[in-house]
C-alpha cells in the first residue's frame, strides 16, 4: 500500500466542531427580516375526494398572507425522473407524476392540499385550522398484495401494478431437479422511517437579480429544476443553496419542502421559512418500502446452490417517487453474493394509499438481503452444514458472474469479511437460563454509485490562494457523513498540505461545479474523482513552477508539509505561498476545474435483468450475538462485529462512524421500528411510539476496515455509506433464530413476535 | 419546538396558583416538569388557553424526612428523588423507581406530582408508591384534604383531583422494618421507553421466614396504576416457595386488566405479568434485593 500523509487518518471533520457548539449551520438556524412563515395543510385521509375547499376564513385572518391551493401551482406536476437514458428501461411504465397541492383527490395521509404564509407561525397555525376542506371517503387499498387483484380499488388511473422487472439466467425448473434440498420461506419488512435529527426546512427569498433562492435541508441540489419546472421559470431562475443536514438516509432525496416552499416565496415575494413538525415529517415524506418476499432456494448435498427462485412485492405507496429503481435495486442483489446457476426473480411494486416509499439507506437492496441471507441459514439447518462453510462454498469470486450476468472484475474478499467479523465475537459463552444465546453472519453486497445507465457525471474546482492554501469548490452535499471534509484530505493528499490549510467553500445549485446528489454511496466515487482529478492538474502546475524555482526536473520535486522541495534534498525547499505566487509570475494557471465521469453500460434488458446494472459493489459481513430471553422473547444484542472491504479508507474515524450508524440504524429497523397502519393511517406519527435505539440498546461496535485498494474511487476507494447498513437485519433475524431454533422471518423481531415463536413456556 | 399559543400565568404563592386555576372561560393546566404536558400540546390532544406553571413555588419542591415519613413536594424532581441519600437509604424502593422513568434528561425535569397526576397507566414511581402506602396531598379552594394514592387514580388518565385542585405533596410511610422491596421494569421497545409491564414488590418475612407483609404494584397492566391484592393475599402468612410464586403471580396475572396498544397484546402483558412478578419475588426472596 502506498505511503499516504493524510489518507486513512482521522483529522477532524471540519464541521465537527461548529456541530458540537451548536453553531448555527442548518438549514433552519437562519432567520431573514421580515420572513413569513409557512404551514402546510394535509390531507388526514389516505383515499378520499375533495368535494370543497374553502379558504376564505383563513385567508380573512389578519396576519396571514397567502394561502396557496393547487389552482395556485403554475404546473401541478412533480415528475420522478433520473437523468440519463431511461426510457428504454421503463417502456409500458406509467411517467410517474405528484402533485406539489392535491386538487380533487387524496391519495394518501398527509399529502399536502394547502399551503399558507404567514406573520407568525402562530398565525400560520391559525390560519391552517380555519381551512375548510370537505373530503368524501373512497374506497382504498392497503396491502400490496391485495392491490395486485385486478378488483381491487385503483389507487391510480392506470392500475396499480407501478413496475415489474424480471431476472432469468439459466433454467430454474433444472436447478430444483438438480438439488437435493430446497427451502422456501416467506420473508416480510414493515414501512419504516428515517428518524433523522433534523426535519424537513427550508428558507426561501427572491435576491437582487430576481432568482428565486432556497437554502435547503437536500440531498438533492438538482431539486431547483423541480422548483423551476412547477413555477413554469427558466431553471437558471431558481437556486438552491446547500447547508450541512441534520441526517438524510434517502429521507431528503426526493423533494420535500423545497417546491412548496418556492411556490410561497413567489406568490408573496417575501422570504419565508417552512419547517416541517417531527408529526409532519412522520407522515409526509418517503419511506423504506415494505417488501413481500417468496423464496425457494435449492443446494445440492454439499451445499452448492443450483437455483433461486424468488417473488418480490414491495409497496410504493400512493405515488411512484423513485421506487421502480429501488425495485431494481433489489432484483440485482436477490440472489446474494452467490453464484447461483439457475435464477428466476420476478419482482413487482404496487401502488397503495399506503404513504409514499421511496429512498432509504440500501435502496431496496437491504430486504432481499433479509431473504437470501436468512435462505442460507435455513438451508446450513437443513443440510445439517456450518453456515460459515455453506457461504464459502457458493461466495462470489472474482471472475464469477452475478445473476444478471455481469462479471467481477476484481476480487471480493467475502469470505475474509465473513471469517473476521466471526472470529471478532470471541469465544462462544454458555447460555443460563432463561437467556438463550445466538450468534449468525450475514453477509452482503450492496452497489455504490449510480446505476450505469445514467452516465453519471461530477465536476469539482480546486484552486491555489496566494498564501499557499488551498479552496475546493463542489456542489455535493454534506449529510453529516463527513463528504465535505473527504474532500478536502483528497486535496490535501495530492498537493502536500495540511487538512486545516484546504477548505471547501459552500455546497450551491449555481455557484459551485455540479456534483450530483449525495445518494446512491456515489459522493466518495463521483465528487471524490472529480476533486482528485483537479486537485492533480493543480499539483502538476505547481510542480513545473517549482521545479522552475528550485532549478530541479519537475519529477524530482515532492510537495509535502506545505512545502515544495528537490526529492533528496530537504533543504532546496519552498514555502507553498512562493511556489505559488512563482507559478502566477510565470502565467501557470493555479486552479483547474475537472470532471469525473463513471463509466456506463447500455440499460440492462428489463425482461431478463441481464447486463450490466452498476459499476461495482461494496462487499462485507456482519457477525451478531444476541441474548433471547426465553421468558419474554426479548433480544438484547449483545456483541456486534462488522467487516467490509472499504477498498481505501480516506477519513478513518468517517468511515467507522458509517459503520457504525448503519449497524444502529439496522437494530432498531430489525428489532423495534414500524409505521403502525390502519388503512393508511398512522398510529404512531411521534417518537413516543415510534422507538429507535438509544445508547441503552447498543452494544459495542467493532468495525474492521480491509482495504483492498480494488474500488473505483480516489486511491481505489468504495462506497461505504449505504453498504454498512445492509446485512445488519440479516444477521439479527438469523442470531435470534439461532437462538430460538426456529426462522424468523417478519420484522420487526419484536419480543411478542419472539414469544410466539418460542412455543409455550417450559 | 412551537406551541399553540396559550396565556402563561407564574404565580409565586400557593393561593394565587389555586387563583389562578379557579373557573374561567377556557381550560386551565397546571405545568411542572412540561415532560407530560408539552407533547400533549404539540399533539394537539390537549389545548389549553392558560397554563399556570408551579416553579416559582420553591416550598413544592421539598424532598425531606420528617420523622418516619418521607415528604415529597409535588414538585420534586424524579431525578431528586432518585439521588436524594435520604430517598436511597430509607425508602430504596421509590429511588429505584425514580430511576428507571424514561432518561436523565427526563428525570432532572419532570416532578413526582406531574407523574401521578395523570394517572398514567406506565408510571414507574406510581407502583412503589402504591406499594409504600403513600398519600397525596391535595389543596384547593375550600382547604387541603388528603388521598391514599391507592385511591387517587380513579381510571384511564383519571384522578381524584376535582377542579381547581392543586397536589401539592407526597407522604411516605416509613419502609417497613426488615423489609426487602424492587422494582422490575420490562420495555419491549427500546430501553428507554415506558414500561409494557412495571412490577413493585415490598415483603417482610416472620421469624419463621413466612412473609407476614407482602405488597405489589403493578404498572401497565390495567387502566391505571394497581396494587395486586389477589396475588398478595396468596403470599400472605406463606413461605414463599416456588409453586406459592408462581400462583401469586398468576393471580396478579388474573386479576390485572390489560390493554393492547403498540407496546404489545393485552394477552402477552398477561403473560409479562406472571413472568415478572415471580422473577421479583424470587429475587426478594433469595436476598437479591433488600431494603
Redesign the interface.
Known amino acids: 500500500m502506498p505511503a499516504y500523509r493524510v489518507i486513512g487518518t482521522s483529522p477532524a471533520r471540519a464541521d465537527a466542531w461548529e456541530k458540537v457548539r451548536g453553531r448555527p449551520i442548518y438549514a433552519g438556524d437562519l432567520a431573514v427580516a421580515g420572513m413569513l412563515h409557512g404551514r402546510i395543510v394535509r390531507s388526514p385521509y389516505a383515499s378520499a375526494r375533495i368535494a370543497r375547499l374553502d379558504t376564505r376564513a383563513a385567508r380573512a385572518l389578519p396576519g396571514v398572507i397567502a394561502v396557496l391551493t393547487a389552482a395556485d401551482v403554475p404546473r401541478n406536476e412533480l415528475r420522478m425522473e433520473l437523468p440519463g437514458r431511461m426510457a428504454e428501461a421503463t417502456a409500458g411504465a406509467v411517467l410517474a407524476t405528484q402533485p406539489a397541492l392535491a386538487a380533487d383527490r387524496v391519495r394518501f395521509q398527509g399529502e399536502p392540499v394547502v399551503a399558507i404564509a404567514a406573520e407568525t407561525?402562530?398565525i400560520a397555525?391559525g390560519a391552517a385550522d380555519l381551512v375548510e376542506v370537505e373530503y368524501e371517503e373512497l374506497p382504498g387499498v392497503y396491502d400490496p398484495l391485495a392491490a395486485l387483484d385486478p378488483s381491487a380499488p385503483r389507487v391510480h388511473d392506470g392500475g396499480n401494478v407501478l413496475r415489474r422487472w424480471h431476472l432469468r439466467t439459466g433454467d430454474v425448473a433444472r436447478g430444483f431437479s438438480e438439488a437435493a434440498v430446497v427451502v422456501e420461506h416467506t420473508y416480510r419488512t414493515p414501512f419504516v422511517d428515517h428518524v433523522y435529527l433534523e426535519t424537513e426546512t427550508g428558507l426561501g427569498w427572491i435576491d437582487a437579480e430576481g432568482v428565486l433562492v432556497l437554502r435547503v435541508s437536500t440531498q438533492v441540489l438538482e431539486h431547483y429544476r423541480d422548483v423551476a419546472e412547477i413555477l413554469q421559470l427558466p431553471h437558471g431562475r431558481v437556486r438552491l443553496e446547500g447547508t450541512y443536514l441534520g441526517g438524510g438516509f434517502g429521507g431528503k432525496e426526493d423533494v420535500t419542502v423545497e417546491c412548496l416552499l418556492g411556490l410561497l416565496v413567489w406568490k408573496t415575494r417575501r422570504p419565508v421559512q417552512l419547517v416541517f413538525?417531527r408529526?409532519e415529517s412522520f407522515i409526509g415524506h418517503g419511506k423504506r418500502h415494505p417488501y413481500v418476499m417468496r423464496y425457494r432456494t435449492g443446494a445440492t448435498r454439499d451445499g452448492t446452490l443450483t437455483a433461486v427462485e424468488a417473488e418480490l412485492v414491495s409497496d410504493s405507496g400512493a405515488y411512484a417517487a423513485l421506487s421502480p429503481w429501488v425495485l431494481l435495486y433489489s432484483l440485482v442483489t436477490a440472489t446474494g453474493p452467490y453464484r447461483v446457476p439457475h435464477v428466476k426473480v420476478d419482482a413487482t411494486t404496487v401502488y397503495t394509499n399506503n404513504p409514499v416509499a421511496s429512498a432509504y439507506r440500501c435502496f431496496g437492496s437491504i430486504q432481499t438481503c433479509l431473504a437470501y441471507e436468512g435462505q442460507m441459514d435455513a438451508l446450513a439447518a437443513t443440510l445439517a452444514m456450518d453456515s460459515l462453510a455453506l457461504r464459502e462454498k457458493n461466495f462470489l469470486r472474482k471472475g464469477d458472474a452475478l445473476a444478471t450476468g455481469q462479471v467481477l472484475e476484481t476480487e471480493p474478499r467475502l469470505s475474509e469479511t465473513m471469517r473476521r467479523a466471526w472470529a471478532g465475537l470471541g469465544e462462544p459463552r454458555s447460555p443460563r437460563r432463561p437467556t438463550r444465546i445466538g450468534r449468525a453472519v450475514a453477509a452482503s453486497f450492496t452497489p455504490y454509485g449510480r446505476m450505469c445507465w445514467t452516465r453519471d457525471s461530477a465536476s469539482a474546482w480546486v484552486g491555489m490562494e496566494l498564501d499557499g492554501t488551498a479552496v475546493v469548490r463542489c456542489a455535493a452535499p454534506d449529510v453529516g457523513g463527513g463528504q465535505t471534509s473527504s474532500l478536502c484530505a483528497i486535496t490535501a493528499e495530492v498537493l502536500g498540505l495540511d487538512v486545516a490549510q484546504v477548505v471547501a467553500v459552500g455546497r450551491d445549485s449555481h455557484f459551485t461545479p455540479r456534483a450530483g446528489t449525495t445518494t446512491a454511496t456515489r459522493q466518495l466515487l463521483m465528487s471524490g474523482n472529480a476533486v482528485l482529478n483537479a486537485a492533480r492538474e493543480v499539483r502538476h502546475h505547481l510542480l513545473a513552477a517549482a521545479a522552475a524555482l528550485l532549478e530541479a526536473a519537475p519529477g524530482d520535486v515532492e510537495l509535502a508539509d506545505g512545502h515544495a522541495f528537490v526529492r533528496g534534498a530537504p533543504g532546496r525547499a519552498l514555502t507553498m505561498a512562493s511556489v505559488v505566487k512563482g507559478a502566477i509570475a510565470e502565467g501557470r494557471p493555479v486552479q483547474a476545474l475537472e470532471k469525473y465521469d463513471a463509466p456506463s453500460a447500455p440499460t440492462i434488458d428489463p425482461l431478463t435483468g441481464q447486463g450490466k446494472a452498476f459499476n461495482d459493489y461494496t462487499f462485507g459481513t456482519h457477525a451478531i450475538e444476541v441474548e433471547v430471553d426465553e421468558?419474554?422473547g426479548?433480544t438484547r444484542v449483545s456483541r456486534f462485529v462488522a467487516c467490509f472491504d472499504a477498498g481505501r479508507v480516506i477519513n478513518r474515524a468517517s468511515a467507522e462512524g458509517q459503520l457504525e450508524g448503519g449497524a444502529v440504524q439496522g437494530l432498531g429497523y430489525a428489532?423495534?421500528e414500524e409505521i403502525?397502519l390502519e388503512n393508511g393511517v398512522s398510529?404512531?406519527p411521534?417518537l413516543?411510539?415510534y422507538?429507535?435505539?438509544?445508547s441503552?440498546?447498543v452494544p459495542p461496535i467493532e468495525t474492521l476496515l480491509l482495504e483492498s485498494g480494488d474500488g473505483l474511487g480516489p486511491f481505489g476507494a468504495k462506497g461505504l455509506g449505504e453498504p454498512a447498513m445492509t446485512p445488519s437485519i440479516a444477521a439479527v433475524a438469523n442470531a435470534v433464530s439461532s437462538a430460538v431454533g426456529a426462522r424468523v422471518t417478519q420484522l420487526p423481531i419484536?419480543?411478542?413476535r419472539v414469544?410466539a415463536a418460542l412455543g409455550s413456556?417450559a | 419546538m412551537?406551541l399553540?399559543?396559550f396565556d402563561l400565568v407564574e404565580p409565586d404563592t400557593l393561593p394565587a396558583a389555586l387563583d389562578a386555576l379557579s373557573p374561567l372561560d377556557g381550560e386551565a393546566r397546571l405545568v411542572a416538569g412540561g415532560t407530560a404536558l408539552v407533547?400533549m400540546i404539540?399533539?394537539g390532544l390537549v389545548k389549553p388557553d392558560r397554563v399556570i406553571s408551579l416553579h416559582r413555588l420553591p416550598e413544592l419542591a421539598e424532598v425531606r424526612r420528617d420523622g418516619g415519613t418521607l415528604q415529597l413536594g409535588a414538585m420534586a424532581r424524579l431525578a431528586d428523588i432518585d439521588t436524594a441519600p435520604t430517598v436511597r437509604e430509607g425508602w430504596p424502593l421509590l429511588a429505584e423507581a425514580a430511576r428507571r422513568v424514561a432518561?436523565p434528561a427526563i428525570r432532572v425535569s419532570g416532578t413526582i406530582g406531574g407523574n401521578l397526576c395523570y394517572a398514567e397507566a406506565a408510571s414507574d414511581p406510581a407502583p412503589a408508591l402504591l406499594c409504600l402506602e403513600a398519600e397525596v396531598r391535595v389543596a384547593g379552594a375550600a382547604g387541603g384534604r388528603t388521598v391514599p394514592v391507592v385511591d387517587f387514580f380513579r381510571g384511564f388518565y383519571e384522578t381524584a383531583l376535582a377542579p381547581g385542585e392543586i397536589v401539592t405533596a407526597i407522604r411516605v410511610p416509613a419502609t417497613p422494618a426488615g423489609a426487602r422491596s424492587g422494582y422490575v421494569k420490562?420495555t419491549?421497545?427500546?430501553?428507554?421507553?415506558r414500561p409494557?409491564v412495571g412490577v413493585a414488590a415490598l415483603v417482610v418475612r416472620d421469624s419463621s421466614g413466612r412473609w407476614d407483609d407482602v405488597r405489589i404494584g403493578l404498572g401497565g397492566v390495567a387502566p391505571t396504576p394497581i396494587r395486586a391484592p389477589r396475588a398478595e393475599a396468596v403470599l400472605r402468612g406463606e413461605a414463599p416457595g416456588d409453586a406459592t410464586l408462581r400462583a401469586a403471580a398468576e393471580a396478579a396475572a388474573r386479576e390485572a386488566e390489560p390493554l393492547s396498544d403498540?407496546m404489545?397484546?393485552a394477552d402477552?402483558r398477561r403473560?409479562?405479568i406472571r413472568?415478572w412478578v415471580r422473577r421479583l419475588l424470587t429475587s426478594l426472596r433469595d436476598g437479591a434485593r433488600s431494603a
Open positions: 407561525p402562530e397555525a413538525s408529526e421468558e419474554t426479548r428489532l423495534m403502525a398510529k404512531n411521534h413516543v411510539d422507538r429507535i435505539p438509544t441503552l440498546d419484536t419480543a411478542e414469544r413456556p | 412551537r399553540y399559543p407533547p404539540r399533539l432518561t420490562f419491549s421497545r427500546s430501553a428507554e421507553d409494557l403498540l404489545g397484546s402477552y403473560e409479562m413472568v
